[in-house]
C-alpha cells in the first residue's frame, strides 16, 4: 500500500487495484498537477480547474464515470512544457487521453502507462514530443496517434506485449524517425488496419511479414 500525503490532500492507492481506490481529495491533486505542470493559467479553456466548489468531474475535459475518471480531452487548449505522466499512471481506468494540437516538450516515461489496463485511445499528434516513440503504449491501446512531433526512433514491438492484438490504427506521420523499415516493422501488430508512416526518414525495403497481414487495409510511407 502506497500513500502520497501533504497538508492539504491525501491520496491512497494500492498496487494492482482501479482508480475506485483512489480517494476523490487525491483525484483532485492528480489533476492539479497536470495543470500545474502544464502552465494551466495559460490554457484557452480552465473552466473549473482549480475550483474547490466544482467537482472535478465537471472540470473542463475531464469524463467521470461514477466519479471515476475515464477520459481527458484537452486538445488545442495550449498545454506547454513536460506532461506529468506520471500522474497519469494513477488514473486506473482511464480510457481515452486526447493530448493533440498543444506545445508539449520532452521525451513520453512509457513505463507510467504500462498498467493503465483499459487505456485504448491515445492521441499526442501534433506538440513537441521527442525521443523514442513506443506504439505499444498500454495494454489496451487500439488507437494510437504520434503525429507531427519530432520523434527520430521507433521502439521494437514485443512479441508478448498485450497491446500487440488489439492495436489497429497507429499514426507516425510527420515526425523525424530515422531507421531501417525492414527492422523498424518486423513483429508488426497482427491485427493492424491502419499504419501512417509518411514524411518521416524511413529508409530499406520493407519486409514481408507487412504483405501477410490480412487486416491491414492502409499503408502509407510517403515521403521518406
Request: hydrophobic share 35%; with cysteine.
Amino acid at each position: 500500500r502506497i500513500e502520497f500525503r501533504d497538508t492539504r490532500h491525501s491520496c491512497s492507492v494500492r498496487d494492482g487495484v482501479g482508480a475506485e481506490n483512489v480517494t476523490l481529495t487525491g483525484v483532485d491533486q492528480i489533476l492539479k498537477a497536470i495543470y500545474e505542470t502544464t502552465t494551466g493559467d495559460f490554457w484557452l479553456n480552465k473552466i473549473g480547474w482549480l475550483d474547490e466548489e466544482v467537482e472535478y468531474c465537471d472540470w473542463y475535459g475531464v469524463s467521470c464515470e461514477s466519479r471515476i475518471v475515464i477520459g481527458i480531452d484537452l486538445r488545442g487548449n495550449n498545454l506547454t512544457g513536460p506532461f506529468p505522466y506520471h500522474n497519469i499512471s494513477m488514473l486506473h481506468d482511464i480510457q481515452s487521453l486526447d493530448l493533440a494540437n498543444n506545445a508539449l516538450s520532452g521525451s513520453i516515461d512509457y513505463v507510467t502507462f504500462y498498467n493503465l489496463r483499459h487505456l485504448s485511445h491515445i492521441d499526442l499528434s501534433s506538440n513537441q514530443l521527442s525521443g523514442a516513440v513506443d506504439i505499444l503504449i498500454s495494454p489496451a491501446a487500439k488507437y494510437v496517434n504520434f503525429s507531427q512531433n519530432n520523434f527520430s526512433s521507433i521502439h521494437r514491438h514485443k512479441i508478448f506485449h498485450p497491446a500487440l492484438l488489439d492495436l489497429e490504427i497507429v499514426d507516425l506521420s510527420h515526425n523525424r524517425i530515422n531507421q531501417d523499415a525492414s527492422l523498424l516493422f518486423q513483429n508488426p501488430p497482427p491485427n493492424i488496419v491502419e499504419l501512417y508512416c509518411s514524411d518521416n526518414l524511413i529508409q530499406g525495403s520493407l519486409p514481408e511479414q507487412l504483405s501477410r497481414l490480412e487486416s491491414l487495409k492502409v499503408l502509407d510511407i510517403r515521403k521518406n
